[in-house]
Nanobody, 125 residues
């Protein structure tokens, strides 16, 4: 099973930017989908974005489309989340997740079998 370690969270003012990283290890990622979910206080964990490792195809929730960009570095086995134009409602714990195969249900928690420990992102108004 792949292991995931996130980094890069922190405190930022509204309108600012942050970049999160998720380093993957333990398995070749060629068949994997890597995703970012987020969980705000008192709310469910929601899908934000995903990338299909083999093709680089990306997918975004409407709430982050146009502001967030997911990308990957094949050499480093790392996926990134560039977050721009941050809003207070983006405040959440951000989790990296991995699925060993493509699924049409990639926005669903149940599609993923490995999770990172999470990193806190706080956006002040």
């Amino acid at each position: 099973q792949v292991q995931l370690v996130e980094s890069g969270g922190g405190l930022v003012q509204a309108g600012g930017s942050l970049r999160l990283s998720c380093a993957a290890s333990g398995r070749p990622l060629s068949s994997y989908v890597l995703a970012w979910f987020r969980q705000a206080p008192g709310k469910e964990r929601d899908f934000a974005t995903a990338i299909r490792w083999s093709t680089g195809s990306t997918y975004y929730a409407d709430s982050v489309k146009g502001r967030f960009t997911i990308s990957r570095d094949n050499a480093k086995n790392t996926v990134y989340l560039q977050m721009n134009s941050l809003r207070p409602e983006d405040t959440a714990v951000y989790y990296c997740a991995a699925s060993g195969r493509w699924s049409p249900f990639l926005t669903s928690l149940e599609s993923y079998d490995a999770w990172g420990q999470g990193t806190q992102v706080t956006v002040s108004s």
